[in-house]
């Protein structure tokens, strides 16, 4: 995916530098190179940053699972007696 874009930003870059006046060269560069890349990107991210999401809120439920699990645990052990050590 990232070739693709680097790909392009050559192309666009050499068209820019091509232009008669550096005003129209970045003018080039901005809107026929960065900005609809920047949107292509975001929007080929869009599942992947999807997935993140909801791999992190799995991730806090199992978090919070394990530390119910935890607890009550350590509720339901038996007590020692606090004086244990040898006379």
């Given at each position: 995916?990232?070739?693709?874009?680097?790909?392009?930003?050559y192309?666009?870059?050499?068209?820019s530098?091509?232009?008669?006046?550096?005003?129209?060269?970045?003018a080039?560069?901005?809107?026929?190179?960065?900005?609809?890349?920047?949107?292509?990107l975001?929007?080929?991210?869009?599942?992947?940053?999807?997935?993140n999401?909801?791999?992190?809120?799995?991730?806090?439920?199992?978090?919070?699972?394990?530390?119910?699990h935890?607890s009550?645990?350590?509720?339901?052990?038996?007590?020692?007696?606090?004086?244990?050590?040898?006379?």
């Amino acid at each position: 995916m990232y070739i693709v874009a680097i790909a392009w930003l050559y192309v666009v870059f050499m068209m820019s530098i091509t232009e008669q006046s550096a005003i129209a060269g970045i003018a080039t560069f901005l809107l026929y190179g960065i900005i609809p890349l920047t949107i292509v990107l975001y929007l080929m991210g869009t599942p992947q940053r999807k997935r993140n999401r909801q791999n992190m809120k799995k991730l806090a439920a199992a978090r919070k699972e394990d530390l119910e699990h935890d607890s009550s645990v350590k509720r339901e052990s038996p007590s020692e007696p606090e004086d244990r050590h040898p006379s």
